[in-house]
């Protein structure tokens, strides 16, 4: 059976950057510059003309915030699951304050669409090995899939050992990580984010072509803010400000083709019974 292509978006503005102090805190994101809606816009506009329905991971404060803008997504077709609730790092979090913080997210979400989440994605993807008893709270919580394993080194999370391929875990949740690509030097994320911003099109297109010919599902994610070059610029440094906003010019062009080259489908549509092991 072919294996399908899983394309999600982390809905969240420009400021919800992690590991930084120059980022602003949760009680001051209601008196920041809002962007979230135009960008999400922008893509959900690629998205129709691609007519591609994919997976919104929202972040819990993001559907108080913005009811309107998840029953545009929803009534558009894409699923809604979830990213959370306050943007925290998991592995900073006891497991009743992840557990609370997912509760407060379904509450938002559901507040916003009606709709209960099935899938999540930890912020930052921060499900590492010293905290990876998220993953049987999640599905203790009902979750019945999960994206936050990133199966390579990683400033914050990073499980370089896991299985980088859809699998079903032994608690029974599905797992979805995000793609990568073995090098000689490691194992390297190529679409999604600053690394879908950093490589050329045509090298993206190689690994992905070359996947697919594995049968191996591709798993994108993208924020809003990937797509913003007016973002207001968080000072982090000089390496993270190229890691934050390098190729955020061209990045829509490179989702737009990435789309209409291969067939995508919203984590949902998974085959139950198409698990790799
Ligand atoms: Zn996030």
Same mark, same amino acid.
């Given at each position: 059976m072919a294996s399908p292509n899983l394309f999600s978006i982390d809905l969240e503005d420009w400021f919800h950057l992690l590991d930084t102090d120059a980022a602003p805190a949760l009680s001051t994101w209601a008196d920041q510059e809002a962007r979230v809606e135009t960008n999400a816009g922008r893509l959900l506009d690629v998205l129709e003309q691609a007519n591609v329905r994919c997976t919104f991971f929202v972040l819990g404060w993001i559907a108080e915030q913005y009811p309107a803008l998840l029953q545009r997504i929803a009534e558009a077709g894409h699923e809604i699951a979830s990213h959370g609730y306050a943007h925290g790092l998991i592995y900073q979090q006891t497991p009743q304050a992840f557990r609370d913080d997912l509760r407060r997210a379904n509450d938002a979400i559901e507040g916003a669409v009606g709709v209960r989440p099935i899938g999540y994605r930890a912020p930052g993807f921060s499900i590492r090995e010293d905290s990876d008893w998220a993953l049987d709270v999640l599905a203790s919580e009902? =979750?019945?899939? *999960? !994206? !936050?394993? =990133?199966?390579a080194s990683r400033a914050h999370g990073g499980l370089p050992n896991a299985e980088p391929l859809p699998t079903r875990l032994p608690n029974g949740l599905m797992e979805f990580p995000v793609s990568t690509i073995s090098t000689p030097l490691s194992r390297v994320a190529y679409l999604g984010g600053g690394y879908l911003r950093l490589f050329p099109t045509s090298l993206i297109l190689h690994w992905a072509r070359g996947q697919r010919a594995r049968n191996e599902s591709l798993v994108l994610y993208i924020h809003p803010? *990937?797509?913003?070059?007016d973002q207001p610029r968080l000072d982090l440094g000089a390496f993270r400000n190229f890691k934050s906003y390098v190729g955020i010019g061209g990045c829509l062009d490179k989702v737009a083709t990435l789309l209409s080259e291969f067939d995508w489908v919203p984590f949902r549509d998974y085959p139950r019974d198409a698990a790799a092991s």
């Open positions: 009902g =979750f019945e899939y *999960d !994206s !936050s394993v =990133f199966p803010r *990937d797509i913003d070059l």
